[in-house]
């Protein structure tokens, strides 16, 4: 008999605990913001005996990957920059064309690479702007740049090749999250020139979603780029001289 009591207050116990789990499952699904002691008041619960049991369950539901808040973001039109070094793009850039390479009608006529993951640009200063189809990431970058420059036979040198790779910067992208209901128009550009963010919420492309707009100011690009060549300057002029170790001849005419 004490056995069979025993089971039924375990029994009723477990179901008086999933009757609470689904309750703060139903509330978060309807509004995720809640914390555990608005939760406990909507439940009548006291917040003191079950305050922590109600936050337990709150991060139960948060770790579920269809319940997770701005984790499921797609990334669109990622861009981004590199430079080919300078005495090796004089050599290359002249025979681009004849492995692949396009050359445009553009003025400062730059040379385009397209194919699946993307396109290069490909300007005579050595700059290169990489376009990544989505979903983008930095490893479809690298790929990119490996498709244009390694595999065309361009950049044969290991070395070449890891310098490029590493000159990769990211200069801006599109991230899309979903809200999964209609939101009011709404646009953000408070801080575009500053921080190079613009914020979007239901716009006509995406009216169920935020847009994130995110691109890596010019004016942060150009001091980024005058450091580097200041670095490369300083280095070169601090560099020591080697000895000159010939010896003089002591031998004058007279």
Sequence with gaps: MNFLAGARRRNSSNSYSRSIRQEVFIILDKNPLLTSKPLCK??????????????????????????????????????????????????IHAVAVDVGWVKTRARNRWLLWKDRLGRLQWFETGRVNLFVRKPANLGKAYQLICNGFSFTGLI??????????????????????????????????????????????????????????????????????????????????????APNNLKRDVDYVA
């Design 156 to 241: 044969t040198d290991i070395k070449v090749l890891e310098n490029v790779l590493a000159s990769v910067r990211f200069k801006g992208a599109h991230y899309v999250f979903p809200a999964e209901q209609w939101l009011p128009r709404l646009t953000i550009d408070l801080f575009a020139k500053s921080n190079g963010v613009i914020i979007k919420v239901g716009d006509q492309s995406h009216p169920n979603a935020v847009e994130v707009i995110a691109c890596y100011p010019d004016w942060a690009e150009r001091n980024e780029r005058m450091l580097e060549q200041l670095n490369e300057t300083l280095k070169r002029a601090l560099q020591p001289v």
């Design 42 to 91: 909507l439940l009548n619960l006291n917040y003191e005996t079950h305050g922590n049991y109600v936050k337990n369950l709150r991060l139960q539901w948060k770790r579920n990957y269809e319940n997770e808040r701005g984790s499921k973001c797609s990334i669109h039109a990622w861009r981004g920059y590199a430079y080919i070094p300078i005495a090796v793009h004089t050599v």
